[in-house]
């Protein structure tokens, strides 16, 4: 008796579930370059996350949780945390700082 009810597949199942699993074997996304994540798009050449390489950094407001993940302070801020001692000092450079023992000697 053919499968009643199996619409005349006689036991084949439908591919859409385990078996298909197995051949997805391609990465669409790989690292990208400007924020870490695996979102940049190797056929499009585009961060799903970031945007890159648009100059802009890709950004909603319908997604504040997002634009506070990754606002400024949220890193290691290498270059803004020295940035109000050297405003203090009106940015000088290529100075060498005089000794204080040489200050308090000659007065």
């Not at 499009?44 to 302070?73: I, L, V």
Request: with cysteine; aromatic share 8%; proline share 1%.
């Amino acid at each position: 008796c053919a499968g009643v009810g199996d619409g005349g597949r006689r036991g084949r199942r439908m591919t859409k579930g385990t078996s298909s699993f197995g051949k997805r074997t391609s990465k669409t996304h790989t690292l990208c370059v400007r924020c870490g994540r695996r979102s940049y798009h190797i056929q499009k050449s585009r961060c799903a996350s970031c945007g890159y390489p648009a100059a802009r950094k890709r950004t909603f407001n319908w997604s504040t949780k997002s634009k506070r993940r990754r606002t400024d302070g949220t890193g290691r801020k290498e270059y803004t945390r020295h940035l109000s001692r050297r405003f203090k000092n009106g940015f000088r450079e290529g100075t060498q700082a005089t000794l204080k023992r040489a200050i308090a000697s000659s007065a």
